[in-house]
């Protein structure tokens, strides 16, 4: 094995570990270039600085609880992070493995397949550690806590170790499945999308359902209450404790040896056919389809049951996924996450004359989902080389690009509107009228808000981007989307706090509310008669 190789192997795959950032180096570069400017030297860089701020972080989070007396809340937070840190790393291995789309390049370069194989997994340790390394911090801590000697750095750093090993092999695990079912696959791009959505989805609900139950077994009677401890995760806390005891067998040294037996697989099993999983399998497929085309019964479909369907496929990328939906649940559980580790019981007694205020929430909130990173805000763009295609249909231009627009927007409203409704009548017990109000809000304000970034879309239009992130950052779009979120964060803030202020004050929360509907409604009417005048009619002499 070559390790100068690997090395170089190394420098290019730590390159795909994370697109976002590579976008933003490259843009930094375009403004301000550097002679001796090396990407991946940059990119390690940045991951070394966000390992060492998540370290620093989170030592002052653990260095005020005694862990020697709270073993349930040691398992907690060291299975928190280490299943945060096995998604993150299994979306960093499948974005270098098989998003790189590098194997054709390899294949005829005195490279084996191990050596690629190590090289990629190094390349996403950066990522994949950013999660797991406030652990050190913790073990650290709860080490010393429990041994009360030197001796404890030397078992933290250790036991890191294993927990690091063991994350990454869980996600080489991960991905080297899902590979295989995705290389086999004809809908690959399909089910990659679903996978990467999934993914970072899932980690958002899981840590968010784990903090909101633990928030509330906290509060219990004013006292820290411990956690039940956590199989496995125990096991760090066992073998400190009782290194030969039964527990410790159970929760650590048994799953240590499941680990290596793993480790064992992956060197002898998952590396050497690598080339053939990812490459060669992938090839054959390829030509299967195109020996033995799939027959399907003919259907007459219309030009707008077409467009319908390439519209849908120009929106299978994972990072847009997350960005349209994710984030408006994110800002959602951040704004009341706090009050639901008390309970409901404070939304119930909201009076439905307060609905004024559930509309000017709602309508902040459409506000800054309707982003230039949301569906509306790249629609367009993602036509890439169509567009071109498209103008000289015999479909006039604005048809087109309305259509899209309704399409886009029903798809970025109907998930959330669907959410927030349950979420308000079923889980906050809101009043109807509070949820109807907050949840009409929303969807007026991200329609025309969405016109807006539909709009810049257009101005801005670029069809020859590689990475979503260009869309994302073009016109300095991370300014304005931070404006957005922070700007009606400042607005609604005084707006709504304003108006409960007057309403308990002159005891009329009715006429308030009232008032401000009207006002809102009319600033949204008169931004929407804008749009119309200076974007949709514009369309029409094209």
């Not at 509107?417 to 109807?436: K, S």
Request: hydrophobic share 50%; aromatic share 14%.
């Amino acid at each position: 094995m070559n390790w100068s190789t690997i090395w170089e192997l190394i420098k290019i795959n730590i390159l795909y570990s994370n697109p976002q950032s590579l976008a933003n180096l490259k843009k930094r570069q375009e403004k301000h270039p550097k002679e001796n400017f090396k990407a991946y030297k940059s990119m390690i860089r940045q991951q070394a600085l966000m390992i060492a701020m998540f370290l620093v972080i989170y030592l002052f989070m653990f260095i005020g609880v005694d862990f020697s007396h709270y073993p349930g809340l040691f398992s907690f937070d060291v299975a928190m992070f280490f299943i945060m840190s096995t998604l993150t790393a299994f979306s960093s291995l499948y974005t270098i493995f098989y998003e790189s789309n590098d194997l054709k390049l390899y294949i005829h370069l005195p490279v084996t397949s191990e050596e690629l194989y190590i090289a990629k997994i190094v390349s996403s340790l950066g990522m994949g550690a950013v999660f797991l390394m406030p652990l050190i911090s913790l073990l650290l801590i709860a080490y010393w806590q429990l041994l009360g000697n030197p001796l404890s750095i030397l078992v933290a750093i250790v036991l890191f170790l294993v927990l690091l090993v063991s994350s990454m092999v869980l996600a080489i695990y991960i991905n080297a499945w899902v590979g295989k079912i995705i290389v086999r696959s004809r809908k690959r791009k399909l089910i990659s999308t679903i996978m990467m959505f999934v993914s970072t989805f899932g980690a958002f609900v899981l840590i968010f359902a784990i903090n909101i139950s633990n928030n509330k077994r906290t509060m219990t009677d004013g006292v820290f209450t411990d956690y039940p401890t956590i199989p496995y995760f125990k096991g760090f806390y066992d073998v400190v404790q009782a290194p030969f005891s039964t527990a410790a067998l159970l929760n650590f040294w048994l799953p240590l040896l499941l680990i290596l037996a793993m480790v064992y697989g992956i060197v002898t099993k998952v590396m050497p056919t690598y080339y053939r999983e990812a490459f060669y399998i992938s090839n054959e497929n390829k030509v299967k389809q195109t020996k033995k085309p799939v027959n399907r019964p003919h259907q007459n479909q219309s030009l707008a049951q077409l467009l319908r369907k390439h519209h849908l496929l120009t929106l299978q990328n994972a990072t847009l996924l997350t960005q349209t939906y994710l984030m408006p649940l994110m800002y959602v559980m951040l704004f009341i996450g706090p009050s639901l580790s008390r309970g409901t019981g404070f939304f119930k007694h909201i009076s439905p004359d307060y609905f004024g205020v559930a509309l000017l929430f709602g309508v902040s909130l459409g506000v800054m989902c309707a982003t230039p990173t949301s569906f509306i805000g790249v629609g367009i763009s993602l036509e890439k080389d169509n567009f071109t295609f498209i103008k000289s249909l015999p479909i006039t231009l604005k048809k087109f690009l309305m259509d899209k627009f309704c399409l886009l927007v029903g798809l970025q409203l109907i998930v959330p509107m669907v959410i927030y409704l349950v979420f308000g009548l079923f889980v906050l017990h809101l009043h109807p009228l509070l949820t109807i109000a907050f949840c009409l809000g929303y969807a007026l304000s991200l329609i025309v808000q969405g016109e807006l970034m539909y709009r810049r879309d257009y101005r801005l239009l670029d069809l020859k981007w590689q990475d979503m992130t260009q869309l994302f950052t073009r016109g300095d779009g991370q300014w304005l989307t931070m404006g957005l979120i922070f700007g009606n964060l400042i607005v609604a803030g005084v707006l709504g706090f304003g108006a409960v202020i007057i309403a308990n004050i002159i005891q009329q929360p009715l006429l308030i509310s009232i008032l401000l509907s009207c006002l809102i409604l009319m600033v949204l009417g008169l931004a929407q008669l804008w749009i119309q005048k200076t974007f949709w009619k514009s369309l029409e002499r094209l």
